[in-house]
């Protein structure tokens, strides 16, 4: 198999591939800091979208002969504010991407744990987006869309190499492709917050991906590390419409705040977003190792803003715990560390998986989420935009089968 870098045969007859192509980081060079901030509101978001796109430097940032992935984010199958890609976002970039001469793109569904990205992508409401404006799906645990084949990254892995010392496994699809990660603005749990970087976890990480949790912060780094490599170009649309406060990616408190941001520097976007949530970036560590590594630019006075004066915004978020977090801090970051493999790398793993599963869903989402979620969909502009949504699919007006 074939792409813009080395590829042999193992031993064992798996692809293994040693990339020689640096697109996305030569092509996101002249954009490095340029973040993109643009207020907006339910009757503008898609224009606003498609403006932040072009502000932050699309064009520049991706190649328009190559197919772009869009990288959306599921983190709870079910339509929590602030958690999940949202569909004006997803819409917005779908239209940002035609409009800017990019016509072949695809979105890549990946599952964890404790999401299915089936009942996700139904909830949510991108079966219809993806229907209108003609995007295939497809998904990186499926044999017949993607294979997971060895790669030897050519820049020094912090932890990677140590955690698969077999070898990293990556989808082949992503090699020679532009990917654009399509994160919300909220915090996280394990990672303090969660934006452009760790939107790649589950794309290029199989479902092994939870042997990283110790070692999170630099997993994040060494991954973005790897896109810069495989990829053609990188990109970033962060929807901050609804920010997510408190124990993310799933069960936090909604706030309202109108933001869209976009950028081709994955670290800056990451950085400004949590400068924004009241976070001092350079004391996250994913975004301080990136930083060093100069894989982009975190420190905050060296961000470039376009668009809206957003210097003003500090949200005072903070993190805390829930049921799930303390569990893993007490296996991934505490006394159990030591000895995580013989819970989380033997069959004893099924019963933290079941664990997750039931505090989520059938406790967190029915108890007490539900109703955070309804109170949105009712009280809030966005929630009457999800409404919408709901009712008529797309809301862009653009359908291929008419096009023609």
């Known amino acids: 198999m074939e792409h813009t870098n080395r590829a042999a045969r193992t031993a064992g007859g798996a692809s293994e591939h040693t990339a020689v192509n640096h697109g996305a980081a030569e092509r996101a060079r002249p954009l490095r800091g340029r973040v993109a901030a643009v207020r907006t509101r339910p009757e503008t978001v898609l224009e606003d979208v498609q403006r932040a796109m072009e502000l932050a430097?699309?064009?520049?940032?991706?190649?328009?002969?190559?197919?772009?992935?869009?990288?959306?984010?599921?983190?709870?199958h079910f339509p929590f504010p602030?958690?999940?890609?949202?569909?004006?976002?997803?819409?917005?970039?779908?239209?940002?991407?035609?409009?800017?001469?990019?016509?072949?793109?695809?979105?890549?569904?990946?599952?964890?744990?404790v999401t299915n990205a089936f009942k996700g992508e139904d909830l949510n409401g991108y079966l219809p987006i993806f229907k209108a404006h003609d995007i295939p799906v497809l998904y990186n645990f499926r044999g017949e869309d993607m294979r997971w084949i060895r790669y030897e990254p050519t820049a020094e892995m912090l932890v990677l190499n140590k955690?698969?010392?077999?070898?990293?496994?990556i989808p082949d699809y992503f090699f020679g492709k532009n990917v654009l990660h399509l994160p919300t603005t909220k915090c996280h749990i394990y990672t303090t917050t969660t934006g452009a970087m760790k939107n790649a976890f589950g794309g290029l990480l199989n479902t092994k991906r939870h042997y990283t949790h110790s070692w999170i912060h630099?997993?994040?780094?060494?991954?973005l590390a790897i896109q810069q490599e495989?990829?053609?170009?990188?990109?970033?649309?962060?929807?901050?419409?609804?920010?997510?406060?408190?124990?993310?990616?799933?069960?936090?408190?909604?706030?309202?705040?109108?933001?869209?941001l976009a950028s081709a520097d994955q670290v800056a976007i990451d950085a400004l977003a949590a400068k924004m949530m009241g976070f001092n970036p350079l004391e996250i560590p994913y975004i301080r190792l990136a930083h060093e590594r100069g894989l982009g630019i975190g420190d905050p006075k060296d961000i470039e803003v376009v668009g809206d004066d957003v210097s003003g915004e500090s949200w005072g978020f903070s993190v805390g715990d829930n049921g799930a977090s303390r569990v893993g801090d007490f296996i991934w970051f505490g006394p159990l560390k030591p000895v995580q493999n013989f819970f989380m790398r033997t069959p004893l793993v099924n019963a933290f998986i079941f664990g997750s599963e039931f505090y989520h869903d059938f406790y967190r989402w029915p108890m007490r989420d539900r109703r955070v979620f309804e109170h949105w969909l009712g009280q809030t502009p966005w929630g009457e935009l999800f409404r919408r949504y709901r009712s008529e699919g797309s809301l862009a007006g653009v359908r291929t089968e008419a096009a023609g």
């Open 163 to 169: 955690i698969y010392p077999d070898g990293i496994q």
């Open 230 to 260: 495989i990829h053609s170009g990188i990109f970033a649309v962060m929807d901050g419409t609804t920010a997510g406060n408190g124990p993310g990616p799933r069960t936090m408190f909604p706030e309202i705040k109108n933001l869209i």
């Open 57 to 76: 430097g699309l064009s520049q940032a991706l190649d328009p002969n190559a197919t772009t992935i869009l990288k959306d984010n599921i983190s709870w």
């Open 82 to 113: 602030g958690a999940n890609t949202t569909p004006w976002q997803l819409e917005g970039t779908a239209l940002g991407l035609r409009n800017n001469g990019f016509q072949d793109v695809a979105c890549v569904q990946n599952k964890t744990v």
């Open 218 to 223: 630099e997993t994040l780094v060494d991954l």
